[in-house]
Nanobody
Framework: QVQLVESGGGLVQPGGSLRLSCAAS????????MGWYRQAPGKQRELVAY???????NYADSVKGRFTISRDNAKNTVYLQMNSLKPEDTAVYYC?????????WGKGTLVTVSS
């Protein structure tokens, strides 16, 4: 059974930092494209960043220079380091795993940026 479990969300002040983690099980993690998406209240889910099996990274324009995605294949974990957070980054953040014609999702972790 495939599981993606996100952690690390919470309340942070504008300008602060958080690191999200997503632990995967039930998949051959190293061959999957791992991504982070987010969904703000009343908005559609959007791609934040993804990292390929070979380590190629891509970011949404809104987070470039502030967020960094990384992966640790030995730990079956993908991370999202978020710096210089803004109120508009407030959303539920979802981890995704894509590969072998399948796409899997975690249940999400809430990030709230507010003073």
């Amino acid at each position: 059974q495939v599981q993606l479990v996100e952690s690390g969300g919470g309340l942070v002040q504008p300008g602060g930092s958080l690191r999200l983690s997503c632990a995967a099980s039930g998949i051959r993690f190293s061959i999957y494209v791992m991504g982070w998406y987010r969904q703000a209240p009343g908005k559609q889910r959007e791609l934040v960043a993804y990292i390929s099996s070979g380590g190629m990274k891509n970011y949404a324009d809104s987070v470039k220079g502030r967020f960094t995605i990384s992966r640790d294949n030995a730990k079956n974990t993908v991370y999202l380091q978020m710096n210089s957070l803004k109120p508009e980054d407030t959303a539920v953040y979802y981890c995704s795993a894509g590969g072998n014609g399948m796409n899997y999702w975690g249940k999400g972790t809430l990030v709230t940026v507010s003073s």
